[in-house]
């Protein structure tokens, strides 16, 4: 036991008329350390997934005396499903049903601190530690029925919650447990229950939440509505750096329904009894608003060279200078990639309370904890008095709007002490504030010897920051906005194998010579951050892109030509796979022989991170010549993740990683001008709608029984850019480097 | 004073008349179907039914609406008992985050009220309004199909 990493200090917490038991995991000392994805120290290294960094047991599991479980993860549900997978896994290993769990999910008064839920890691690191622990709690369990039994454990057997003896005698797990404690740190060796034996991973679990969210059920945090709740709107500058010169609170005061005006420095809000007179007193408000403009933004026209010519940190994450042979050809080639919103369907929203010193937010961050630092740092509140529960919201994709306005919750229910404070940003106001995916660009020069082999590869790439999560408060627009502004933290890069910008930057083909590059930009124009696959979108565009033309250099089919520079058998083998189900050979062959007008097909594969999960997919196109739009036929995506929890969750984030991969590489493109942001709304940020959704999407999942869990969420959107960017490319005869790909480019 | 008429029940409502529909059903009326999504009519996360034809909630005032019937998906079915489009998503599990997904569903049911037995490229075309940011088309379209062809005959 390790008593100085965890200090479990109870305390109670009143929360909606019930006592709950509070407590935290880690004393104060350690916050200062925590990372760039927000979690703790490790503790013990050689334990499994988050067990490493929160090692007690009873962190993720406990039994009551009654027998009923309750299990905890500190990660949350974004639309991904991880709540049922994670309940599904935890269920295995307990010999528990799902339906009979309590589940918990990111609360900083219940659950571990396992930082972000982000970058497809969820069942890497919290299904891992669920495993185990899981596996660990039910042999202790069974250890404890034998005691009381006078049996050897060995002779017992569990199910449902209930340790079964030879004799038919039975022991639900709160009798089971009584003696036992589970305060105890997590052993490095878990009895896992061999793969064979599931009967709950592996096997489509349907979604726990997806009911109520079919029904017109409480299923968001937009749903919440707490006694006394009251409803608050933001007002925010009309673009970066713009400053407040008046607003004419006196005449908002008066409107209809409104209990509150909130002006600090450069922020401004809301606060009425009822929704839509908040709406309109905060229109009213931003109509009487006059702000001295900010910084100009640089033109969109050559943002790449502005962003090119920014001061840099430049960082070598591959520099491989093997034997190789002579260099017969060569290509140079640049990619970019434009700014991209996240466009959440729901824009952010968030409930806090403050009551009795202590502040309370109902939130949809993707990190609690974080989070909880933060706000304790804006409000200036010792972390104590601060807790953040995760609800549900719409799907966030990586960093939206869900922080910052968590912090306008806090500062708004500071202002109005007892009475819950709701918050919901306006369509404009998300879109102009949100954290964009960066605008990106690449060079990469590689080369083929006398065989076909490729012999070199040469590879830079210049990008903001794809990480500016809280952090500190700084790192929250409106802590930004008030009269005593915080100040963001320094951009960081993030360090590989995970990377930011650089992520998926080194091919997982076969390079003898290889030098990779990248240039961080610490400060770019726009506000950047976090979007599902961060760099991997555009690195793998580019990797893949080059693949077909160095494949068709050497004159060998693309798919034959990434075998013969891939070495890695589960990589071979979801390249070979992907191949035969899209019936990749006969495909090619037909199109040589005589070639449909207009139609194209395009394969890629990546490796998520080169640590994650495995996809290969093959697409068929047909071209709209008259208009430059893109049909996508069909889709066939391999993807091996190794020990598949829920196969049909599988494959619904990988059909949705492409459809979304397919908006963002066909469609997307954020629009503004040196007087801000002007994607405002969907008809200025037009994405995916029904008309350009592929014909058929088929995605088949190679079993791994028992295998490593490895992040799926995240994992088509690189390879999906690249496959169609090769069937455009096989379409037209044209190569295409400029994302986005569809458009009046593409017409004849 | 208003009256709204929704899922076969009649309310007196204490608000403005020009309130959008939507606050009206999630603030007084206390229902969660329909969701903020933009505001403009742009996304379809507020999809209702007024008499049968979809609407877009945000844009609809409450006094549009006074003598006309209001469908929301809580008029369905429940959790317990779906009805019989809700349980075609539900077997499909055709939602990813689910926040777009009851505009999506009173869209469809619209459809199928219409024309109980529409072809894919019908149900493309008629759901084109509504946006999905996680990409769950393929599902939804799967499941409007599945429900349409239960209908047969």
């Known amino acids: 036991m390790n008593d100085n990493i965890i200090d479990l200090r109870r305390r109670a917490v009143l929360s909606a008329g019930a006592l709950v038991l509070g407590f935290t995991l880690l004393p104060r000392r350690a916050l200062a350390e925590f990372n760039g994805m927000g979690v703790p120290p490790i503790a013990n290294k050689d334990l499994a997934g988050s067990l490493q960094r929160t090692p007690m047991l009873d962190a993720w599991i406990r039994i009551a005396p009654d027998g009923k479980v309750t299990v905890f993860t500190g990660k949350v549900e974004l639309g991904t499903g991880v709540r049922t997978a994670l309940l599904q896994v935890a269920a295995e290993q307990l010999d528990v049903a799902p339906a009979a769990i309590h589940f918990i999910t990111g609360d900083t008064a219940l659950t571990p601190n396992e930082g972000f839920t982000a970058g497809s890691h969820t069942m890497a690191d919290s299904g891992t530690a669920l495993l185990n622990a899981a596996a660990q709690v039910r042999a202790l369990v069974v250890q404890g029925a034998a005691a009381q039994l006078k049996l050897d454990a060995a002779t017992l057997r569990t199910s449902n919650g209930l340790v079964i003896a030879p004799d038919g005698r039975t022991m639900h797990y709160g009798a089971a447990v009584r003696a036992i404690d589970l305060h105890r740190a997590a052993q490095v060796k878990s009895p896992l229950k061999p793969a064979r034996d599931y009967t709950v991973i592996g096997h489509s679990l349907p979604r726990v939440d997806i009911p109520a969210k079919l029904t017109g059920g409480a299923a968001y945090v937009q749903d919440m509505r707490l006694p006394g709740m009251v409803h608050a709107r933001v007002v925010r500058p009309p673009a970066y750096g713009a400053r407040l010169l008046s607003a004419d609170a006196a005449a908002v005061r008066q409107m209809p329904g409104v209990l509150k005006v909130h002006v600090d420095g450069n922020y401004l809000a809301v606060i009425a009894s009822d929704e839509w007179q908040a709406i309109q007193a905060m229109r009213t408000l931003s109509a009487s608003a006059r702000w001295q403009r900010g910084p100009a933004l640089p033109s969109p026209d050559n943002i790449h060279a502005t962003l090119r010519a920014l001061p840099s940190q430049d960082i070598v994450v591959e520099d491989k200078k093997g034997p190789a042979g002579k260099a017969v050809f060569t290509l140079k080639r640049r990619y970019t990639k434009q700014y991209v919103l996240h466009g959440s369907i729901g824009p952010s929203c968030s409930v806090a309370l403050l009551e009795q010193g202590s502040m309370t937010v109902w939130t949809h961050t993707q990190g609690v904890y974080p989070l909880r630092a933060a706000l304790a740092e804006m409000l200036s509140m010792p972390l104590d008095d601060v807790r953040c529960i995760h609800t549900e919201s719409a799907g966030c994709y990586g960093q939206n709007g869900a922080d910052d306005v968590a912090a306008d919750a806090a500062l708004l229910a500071r202002a109005m002490p007892g009475r819950p404070v709701r918050v919901q940003l306006m369509r404009d106001q998300e879109n102009q504030w949100e954290p964009y995916a960066p605008a990106m660009s690449t060079q990469l020069a590689a080369s083929l010897d006398a065989s076909g082999t490729i012999c070199d590869w040469q590879y830079e790439l210049w990008s903001g920051s794809h990480n500016e999560r809280p952090g500190n408060a700084g790192k929250l627009i409106p802590a930004q906005l008030l009269a005593r502004p915080f100040i963001p933290s320094p951009s960081q890069p993030m360090p590989m194998p995970e990377g930011g910008g650089d992520r998926n930057a080194i091919p997982l083909y076969t390079l003898p010579r290889a030098k990779i590059i990248n240039h961080f930009l610490p400060v770019t124009p726009l506000r950047t951050s976090a979007m599902r696959s961060l760099g991997a979108h555009i690195n793998l565009f580019a990797i893949e892109s080059m693949m077909d033309e160095l494949a068709a250099a050497a004159r060998t089919d693309p798919v034959e030509f990434r075998l013969r520079h891939m070495q890695d058998p589960r990589a071979r083998e979801v390249i070979e796979r992907a191949a035969r189900e899209f019936g990749w050979r006969q495909r090619r062959q037909q199109y040589q022989h005589q070639r449909r007008p207009d139609h194209g097909i395009g394969f890629a594969f990546g490796q998520y991170k080169n640590i994650m999960a495995y996809v290969a997919l093959a697409v068929e196109v047909r071209i709209e010549r008259s208009t430059g739009a893109v049909h996508i036929l069909r889709v066939t995506a391999a993807v091996d993740c190794g020990q598949g929890v829920n196969p049909d969750g599988i494959r619904n984030q990988i059909e949705g990683g492409i459809l979304q991969s397919s908006s963002w590489t066909l469609y997307e493109q954020l629009q503004f001008s040196p007087d801000g942001v002007t994607s405002v709304d969907w008809a200025s940020y037009p994405i995916m709608r029904y008309s350009n959704v592929p014909g058929k999407v088929d995605v088949v999942l190679i079993d791994r029984p028992g295998a490593p869990f490895l992040g799926v969420a995240e994992a088509a959107q690189g390879p999906m850019a690249g496959a169609l960017g090769n069937a455009l490319a096989d379409a037209t005869g044209k190569r295409w480097f400029d994302l986005p790909l569809a458009g009046p480019q593409l017409m004849r | ?153």
């Open chain 2, 1 to 153: 004073m208003s009256t709204l008429t929704v899922n076969g029940v009649r309310h007196t409502l204490d608000i403005d008349p020009s309130t959008p529909l939507l606050y009206a059903l999630r603030n007084q009326l206390e229902m969660n179907g329909a969701k903020f999504g933009c505001g403009m009519g742009q996304c379809g996360a507020c999809t209702v039914l007024l008499d049968g034809q979809p609407v877009f909630g945000c844009l609809t005032p409450v006094a549009a609406c006074e003598g006309r019937q209001v469908r929301t998906i809580g008029g369905l079915g429940s959790a317990d008992k779906p009805g019989k489009l809700q349980a075609s998503f539900i077997k499909h599990q055709a939602a990813q985050c689910g926040y777009c997904i009851a505009g999506m569903v009173m869209r469809a049911q619209s459809l199928l009220e219409q024309h109980p037995h529409p072809t894919e490229a019908q149900i493309r075309t008629h759901m084109e309004p509504n946006l999905c940011r996680c990409g769950t088309h393929m599902r939804i379209i799967a499941a409007i199909k599945e429900a349409a062809e239960g209908s047969k005959p």
